[in-house]
């Protein structure tokens, strides 16, 4: 077999800080003869400086290139490395163990074919092997050798080997991965790596780079229905329209008929072109333009699919594995982007959250950083995906946010939720517009929002009361009564506030359906909630009230005497102490609430809706 057509084994290692990840890599780095001379001696010297193995050479420092992992012993970013043997090729993804950089280790263990996760002898399975092992689970990764490590340091115990070994498999076995292969080894000292190591003389199965060398972790992926997700039209000119991108599955050949998904048009494949020349035909893997043989309606974010079509939903349920320090909001509004696809998305539900060291399912309301769950999304359009058991590619997501930019998610679709097919609109004879011409006004929601003790509800309050005088039919839906009844199982962490504003506005939509001027008074500390209210109403019907009151001046107010409490360490999550405010950036009317009286800011209210025409 010549050099070239050597396969590719990805794989990456994980595991516990300082379980030996780095040393193996390293390791398997210098006894595969990868190493030149002077990077022999920059080892040897950077050994002596930086090293923690005495005398004996250091091999993390291979791996551990940054400066802060050389100070503090511990790999933080995700190090790739190539090596090579006679009968394979590697590419190793060394990650970081740290339960602060989990991201990294979900990044580097995404495109892997087979994981090797350390396990120091001396502490055998804790909560960071169990955390990277159900990531694993969860990324497709089906092949794992377990090498536990540091085995001179307990005496080449065999029956603590076993023990270790027997944990892991029942884990491992509870995840749904079949494939492990358990090897003790002793890293520093190459025990084990490339070779049989004399001081285990009880241990007759292969060594790490026996069990990589022959391992076969092909999965037919040739063999999967057709996908192509479109990531350019390529059209140089007026006579050449192709779709380039890469075969992500299957195959495809010159005159095979091919569906665009979402819509559903149908053609076939006139022409495979490369910048080589064309190809009758290409497989997984490949990036190629095909054409077509119809004038189709195709661009970026669209998947040509043949065979089993794939799934088109835009409701889907998944596997969330939570990266932002910032806590998970359901209602919150993310942008998902998966493969050439974005689209908006709401976290409408969470299921539960895995309890790692148990591996039960509990049920919550949020997720925090580096926390695994199961959600339910609701995206702004229909996505073409997969599941991810069937297709990493169009089965994975990640969530950003919008505002930030930050990448706050890593998702794993599991299956698409259907719309209940018995539940429909009820056409009805009387609707808003016949209610609103017999009250003789124009139905809308006003929105209260500020500090607390700004004086929404009581200019609210004063509104209300005016507008009855006039004549006109409202309601107030004020904040505190109403968690004396439909939101009394609500508290005041941020994704409690999310359901909170969520059914207040569908209430005051079904207010504004019945005619009525409808008032809310809220805290509503975050734009994006406000932004999601607003996105229920019809244009006009959303009039945002800002009652913006300085901190200092609600704080001498206090009239319920919950700033004092909140300063007191009495309550938390309070809005303007240990939870911030969002003003609004364009309120249709603010309020000046240290300066204007209530009595003035309800006039001025009440002629804004009638100089905007409201009755």
């Given at each position: 077999?010549?050099?070239?057509?050597?396969?590719?084994?990805?794989?990456?290692?994980?595991?516990?800080?300082?379980?030996?990840?780095?040393?193996?890599?390293?390791?398997?780095?210098?006894?595969?003869?990868?190493?030149?001379?002077?990077?022999?001696?920059?080892?040897?010297?950077?050994?002596?400086?930086?090293?923690?193995?005495?005398?004996?050479?250091?091999?993390?420092?291979?791996?551990?290139?940054?400066?802060?992992?050389?100070?503090?012993?511990?790999?933080?970013?995700?190090?790739?490395?190539?090596?090579?043997?006679?009968?394979?090729?590697?590419?190793?993804a060394d990650t970081p163990g740290h339960?602060?950089?989990?991201?990294?280790?979900?990044?580097?263990?995404?495109?892997?074919?087979?994981?090797?996760?350390?396990?120091?002898?001396?502490?055998?399975?804790?909560?960071?092997?169990?955390?990277?092992?159900?990531?694993?689970?969860?990324?497709?990764?089906?092949?794992?050798?377990?090498?536990?490590?540091?085995?001179?340091?307990?005496?080449?115990?065999?029956?603590?080997?076993?023990?270790?070994?027997?944990?892991?498999?029942?884990?491992?076995?509870?995840?749904?991965?079949?494939?492990?292969?358990?090897?003790?080894?002793?890293?520093?000292?190459?025990?084990?790596?490339?070779?049989?190591?004399p001081r285990m003389p009880w241990y007759?199965?292969?060594?790490?780079?026996?069990?990589?060398?022959?391992?076969?972790?092909?999965?037919?992926?040739?063999?999967?229905?057709?996908?192509?997700?479109?990531?350019?039209?390529?059209?140089?000119?007026?006579?050449?329209?192709?779709?380039?991108?890469?075969?992500?599955?299957?195959?495809?050949?010159?005159?095979?008929?091919?569906?665009?998904?979402?819509?559903?048009?149908?053609?076939?494949?006139?022409?495979?072109?490369?910048?080589?020349?064309?190809?009758?035909?290409?497989?997984?893997?490949?990036?190629?333009?095909?054409?077509?043989?119809?004038?189709?309606?195709?661009?970026?974010?669209?998947?040509?699919?043949?065979?089993?079509?794939?799934?088109?939903?835009?409701?889907?349920?998944?596997?969330?594995?939570?990266?932002?320090?910032?806590?998970?909001?359901?209602?919150?509004?993310?942008?998902?982007?998966?493969?050439?696809?974005?689209?908006?998305?709401?976290?409408?539900?969470?299921?539960?959250?895995?309890?790692?060291?148990?591996?039960?399912?509990?049920?919550?309301?949020?997720?925090?950083?580096?926390?695994?769950?199961?959600?339910?999304?609701?995206?702004?359009?229909?996505?073409?995906?997969?599941?991810?058991?069937?297709?990493?590619?169009?089965?994975?997501?990640?969530?950003?946010?919008?505002?930030?930019?930050?990448?706050?998610?890593?998702?794993?679709?599991?299956?698409?939720?259907?719309?209940?097919?018995?539940?429909?609109?009820?056409?009805?004879?009387?609707?808003?517009?016949?209610?609103?011409?017999?009250?003789?006004?124009?139905?809308?929601?006003?929105?209260?929002?500020?500090?607390?003790?700004?004086?929404?509800?009581?200019?609210?309050?004063?509104?209300?009361?005016?507008?009855?005088?006039?004549?006109?039919?409202?309601?107030?839906?004020?904040?505190?009564?109403?968690?004396?009844?439909?939101?009394?199982?609500?508290?005041?962490?941020?994704?409690?506030?999310?359901?909170?504003?969520?059914?207040?506005?569908?209430?005051?939509?079904?207010?504004?359906?019945?005619?009525?001027?409808?008032?809310?008074?809220?805290?509503?500390?975050?734009?994006?909630?406000?932004?999601?209210?607003?996105?229920?109403?019809?244009?006009?019907?959303?009039?945002?009230?800002?009652?913006?009151?300085?901190?200092?001046?609600?704080?001498?107010?206090?009239?319920?005497?919950?700033?004092?409490?909140?300063?007191?360490?009495?309550?938390?999550?309070?809005?303007?102490?240990?939870?911030?405010?969002?003003?609004?950036?364009?309120?249709?009317?603010?309020?000046?609430?240290?300066?204007?009286?209530?009595?003035?800011?309800?006039?001025?209210?009440?002629?804004?809706?009638?100089?905007?025409?409201?009755?």
């Amino acid at each position: 077999m010549s050099t070239d057509d050597r396969p590719t084994l990805h794989l990456v290692t994980c595991g516990s800080v300082d379980d030996g990840k780095s040393t193996l890599v390293g390791r398997l780095l210098s006894d595969s003869k990868m190493l030149l001379d002077d990077q022999l001696d920059a080892l040897a010297s950077d050994s002596k400086l930086a090293g923690s193995a005495g005398p004996a050479l250091d091999f993390a420092l291979l791996v551990d290139g940054l400066q802060a992992e050389r100070e503090q012993g511990i790999t933080i970013d995700v190090a790739y490395r190539f090596f090579a043997t006679q009968r394979r090729r590697f590419v190793i993804a060394d990650t970081p163990g740290h339960v602060q950089y989990t991201r990294n280790m979900a990044t580097g263990a995404s495109h892997a074919d087979l994981a090797v996760v350390l396990i120091d002898a001396r502490k055998g399975v804790v909560s960071q092997t169990r955390r990277h092992t159900h990531i694993l689970a969860l990324l497709g990764v089906r092949h794992v050798v377990l090498a536990v490590n540091k085995m001179d340091l307990i005496g080449f115990d065999a029956d603590r080997f076993m023990a270790i070994s027997a944990d892991f498999r029942s884990m491992a076995k509870r995840l749904g991965i079949a494939d492990v292969q358990c090897i003790p080894v002793a890293a520093r000292d190459g025990d084990n790596i490339f070779r049989a190591s004399p001081r285990m003389p009880w241990y007759a199965g292969p060594s790490v780079m026996a069990h990589l060398e022959s391992i076969d972790v092909t999965d037919g992926i040739d063999d999967r229905p057709f996908r192509f997700p479109v990531q350019w039209v390529n059209r140089p000119n007026a006579d050449f329209r192709g779709y380039s991108g890469r075969v992500v599955s299957g195959t495809i050949r010159c005159g095979d008929a091919v569906v665009v998904h979402p819509s559903g048009r149908r053609s076939r494949i006139s022409g495979i072109v490369t910048a080589d020349g064309r190809l009758q035909q290409a497989v997984a893997g490949e990036s190629v333009t095909l054409l077509l043989a119809d004038e189709v309606d195709a661009s970026r974010g669209d998947v040509l699919a043949s065979g089993a079509p794939p799934i088109v939903a835009d409701r889907i349920a998944s596997h969330l594995i939570w990266l932002d320090d910032a806590a998970m909001q359901a209602g919150r509004r993310y942008l998902l982007k998966s493969g050439t696809s974005s689209t908006g998305a709401v976290i409408s539900a969470l299921k539960h959250r895995v309890c790692i060291d148990s591996m039960a399912q509990e049920s919550a309301q949020t997720l925090e950083a580096n926390e695994i769950g199961y959600a339910d999304l609701t995206l702004d359009r229909p996505l073409v995906c997969d599941a991810y058991r069937d297709s990493r590619e169009l089965g994975s997501f990640i969530l950003i946010d919008p505002v930030s930019r930050r990448t706050v998610a890593a998702g794993l679709i599991d299956a698409p939720l259907r719309h209940a097919t018995d539940v429909r609109w009820h056409t009805l004879d009387i609707d808003k517009s016949v209610r609103a011409g017999l009250k003789q006004q124009k139905p809308c929601v006003l929105w209260f929002t500020g500090l607390s003790g700004a004086g929404k509800s009581t200019i609210a309050n004063l509104v209300d009361r005016r507008l009855c005088e006039l004549g006109r039919h409202s309601a107030l839906l004020d904040g505190d009564n109403l968690r004396h009844g439909i939101n009394q199982d609500l508290g005041f962490a941020p994704e409690a506030r999310v359901e909170n504003i969520r059914r207040v506005s569908e209430i005051a939509a079904l207010f504004v359906d019945a005619g009525l001027i409808t008032l809310v008074s809220l805290i509503s500390p975050f734009r994006a909630d406000r932004d999601a209210a607003r996105r229920r109403f019809a244009d006009g019907e959303f009039i945002e009230v800002h009652v913006a009151t300085p901190l200092a001046t609600c704080e001498a107010r206090d009239p319920k005497g919950l700033y004092k409490r909140a300063r007191a360490g009495e309550l938390s999550n309070f809005t303007g102490i240990d939870q911030p405010y969002e003003a609004p950036d364009r309120p249709e009317i603010a309020i000046d609430g240290a300066t204007l009286s209530a009595s003035d800011a309800a006039d001025l209210i009440v002629s804004y809706l009638r100089e905007h025409h409201y009755f």
